[in-house]
């Protein structure tokens, strides 16, 4: 998944899934509560962004950066599902390794 343009819920919550990698390559992520999962990395880093809490998880083993405009707390993001697609609830900041 590729961020080229803003996202801006306000004060309402961002959920992003990605099977591969979650790319911001311009643009600003703006929420509450910022959820991303990925299988592989998360790289949002645009010096915009501005979210109050984050929550960002891999499957995989690749990197996870965050960039935000004032600070930010790490958190926990609830679940949610919105006709097929699924975000499932995520704590903290986690990279897992699937090789074990």
């Given at each position: ?70 600070g930010f ?14 975000f499932g ?12």
């Open positions: 998944m590729t961020l080229s343009d803003n996202v801006n819920a306000g004060a309402g919550d961002v959920r992003l899934v990605s099977g591969a990698n979650i790319n911001q390559t311009a643009g600003a992520v703006t929420a509450a509560n910022l959820g991303a999962t990925a299988a592989t990395g998360i790289a949002l880093a645009q010096s915009g962004n501005d979210a109050t809490t984050v929550a960002l998880g891999t499957s995989g083993t690749g990197t996870i950066s965050y960039r935000d405009t004032n707390t790490v958190g926990q993001v609830a679940a949610q599902t919105v006709g097929s697609a699924s609830l995520t704590t903290g900041v986690v990279t897992k390794d699937r090789k074990s």
